[in-house]
């Protein structure tokens, strides 16, 4: 005498839907993936942005180009990235991570917008030094701190 199992209908997904099959949804999980991999190379260019910055504080380089807003792009990526994956996911880490983000992009925006200003203001942002000119006066400040630890 064989007794036969219950099997609840959930266990097996069914192969058709509402909106699209089983095939679609495996195409959709693919782009998902895409997706993930495009929001970590995301975070690649944001590390590589803060790093050129810090290396120009570093080395005393700085004066405010256009280059600066490059901060802003991986942001703003980031911001939307997070702030959707909030709203789908209905998850509060994900809403305080947007949060942060939402933080740090307006200090990078404001920062860079009150940077623009000034320069455009002054006349060094339109009319400023040549590249040949900026480079000049760094090998000049260079050669001056070697003559500086020399005495």
Known sequence: MRIAQY?????NPPTYG???????????????????L??????????????G????????????SLTWWSLVFPTVTLTSAWLEL??????PTFRSL???????????YLGNLGFT???????SFIFGQSQLEIE?????KAQDEQKDRQV
């Open 7 to 11: 099997k609840p209908q959930s266990v």
């Open 18 to 36: 509402t909106f699209w099959r089983q095939e679609t949804a495996q195409g959709l999980d693919g782009a998902g993936l895409l997706i993930a």
């Open 38 to 51: 495009l929001l970590g190379f995301d975070y690649l260019w944001g590390c590589l942005a803060v790093i």
């Open 53 to 64: 910055v810090i290396d120009v504080f570093i080395k005393r380089q700085y004066s405010y």
């Open 86 to 91: 909030g709203f789908s996911m209905d998850s």
């Open 98 to 108: 947007t949060a942060a983000m939402m933080v740090i992009l307006t200090i990078f």
């Open 117 to 123: 200003i000034c320069g455009t203001l002054d006349g």
């Open 136 to 140: 000049e006066g760094l090998t000049k």
